[in-house]
């Protein structure tokens, strides 16, 4: 692995590089061994750039939004963390869609929404993440998803090409994507909304943010709902119904206000967190013959 050579290269294109980059700084679960380099690109030709370098060098490459819905080892990330920092990009109306620099947090882009009287993302304004990730899992919450609204995203592929892919070929379904399979970065999206009264779109998202207080953890570090929504179930009901509440492993513990939530309850590590969700998965299924399916994407050395 050549990381100095990467670490140089993509300093030279203006990227910003770290080493020894602590992963649990960087992600909402506050865990998580260091990374042995982060760079952070701030356009998508970077992000093309650092791709085709890590192909050429031989180093790996693992992409990060906001770190809101991953788990990573205690052992850290071998090899090269990528970001795109969307601090200096802003949301814009272009032929009645509104486009989006993916690294922009999802909230900002509801905001925009909102103050141009744009409705269909009011489901997104509680969600932690960038509008990249959002894209990428599907994000959704309160009968809305990214699917609903989406026209368009355009990612850097492996092959060192971006491409735009329509709604269709994202093939997005419940906190899925095409994205994980070809393993494309997503560097732009483009949104169609519909035009409602500012006010009332406001009104919608502080009613969700205010269930999300009301309902959620929010005063712990996590990853959100650590499981998916096993088909005609609830994974925190479930739980729940096990007598889990509360339930916990070293520092991870099943949440008491949302059993669906695994948190950080104080110095939790990675394999807390594994051993727990693992034991619950366990009980689950033989409670109720239900299998539990991870959504947190856990990344790094087992
Ligand atoms: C308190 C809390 C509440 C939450 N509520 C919800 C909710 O209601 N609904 C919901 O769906 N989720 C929820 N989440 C989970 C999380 O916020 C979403 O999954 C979010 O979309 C992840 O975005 P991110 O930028 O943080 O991605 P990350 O967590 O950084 O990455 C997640 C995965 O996406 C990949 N990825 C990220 N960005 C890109 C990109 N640009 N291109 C390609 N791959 C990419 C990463 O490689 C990784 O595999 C919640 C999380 C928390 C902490």
Known sequence: MSLERLANLSRSIGCDVKEYANMSELTSFRIGGPADLLITADNPEQVLQVRRFCAELGVPLLFIGNGTNLLVSDKGIRGAVLRLDGKNAKPEIRDGLVLCHAGVPLKTLCRFARDNGLSGLEFGYGIPGTVGGAVYMNAGAYGGQVSDVIVWADAVFPDGEIKRLSRDEMQLGYRKSAFMESK???????????????????????????????????????????????????????????????????????????????????????????????????????????????????????
């Open 184 to 302: 494309a970065i997503v560097v732009a999206a483009a949104f169609k909304l519909n035009p409602d009264d500012p006010k009332a779109i406001g009104g919608r998202m502080e009613e969700f943010m205010r269930l999300r207080r009301e309902k959620q953890p929010l005063e712990y570090p996590s990853a959100g709902s650590f499981f998916k929504r096993p088909e005609g179930h609830f994974a925190g009901a479930l739980i729940d119904n096990c007598g889990l509440r509360g339930f916990s492993v070293g520092g991870a513990q099943v949440s008491s206000k949302h059993c669906g939530f695994i948190i950080n309850a104080g110095n939790a590590t990675c394999s807390d967190v594994l051993s727990l969700a693992e034991k619950v998965a366990d009980i689950v299924y033989s409670k109720f013959g239900v299998k539990l399916e991870r959504e947190v994407c856990f990344v790094g050395e087992e």
